[in-house]
């Protein structure tokens, strides 16, 4: 499912960007660009981001 459509990611690609080493929005955001256009997605990637987290 679409996360941010700004920039196109998915939530598979927040768990990727995750499970290779990103641990916060600020990396998230340069890795991916999420939240990084009109920011309407950021609260979502964040709790996509936490999620993640916690599963890896
Ligand atoms: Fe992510 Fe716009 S939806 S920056």
């Known amino acids: 499912m679409y996360v941010c459509l700004c920039k196109?990611?998915?939530?598979?690609?927040?768990?990727?960007?995750?499970?290779?080493?990103c641990g916060n929005m600020r990396e998230l955001k340069s890795a991916l660009g999420v939240g990084s256009q009109c920011g309407r997605c950021t609260s979502h990637a964040r709790e996509v981001l936490y999620e993640a987290k916690q599963t890896a």
């Open 8 to 21: 196109n990611v998915t939530d598979s690609d927040i768990e990727a960007a995750v499970a290779n080493g």
